[in-house]
């Protein structure tokens, strides 16, 4: 995910603490572990016809 890539959330939060809201910091958190299977997940399948 680009935003675990290289640190890059962390290190444009730390970079940008000052303007970053709280409830943009708290979103990017919850983005962050919709991976986590306690949280659900959808899986999609598509069927293409030939």
Known sequence: M?????H???AFS???K???RDVEIKEVKKM???K???RGFF???Y???Q
């Not at 680009?2 to 290289?6: A, G, K, M, S, V």
């Open 43 to 45: 899986i999609q399948f």
């Open 47 to 49: 069927r293409y016809s």
């Open 8 to 10: 890059n959330w962390d």
């Open 36 to 38: 986590d299977e306690n």
């Open 32 to 34: 962050m572990s919709c």
């Open 2 to 6: 680009i935003f675990e890539d290289n």
């Open 18 to 20: 000052d303007i970053l």
């Open 14 to 16: 730390l970079a940008n």
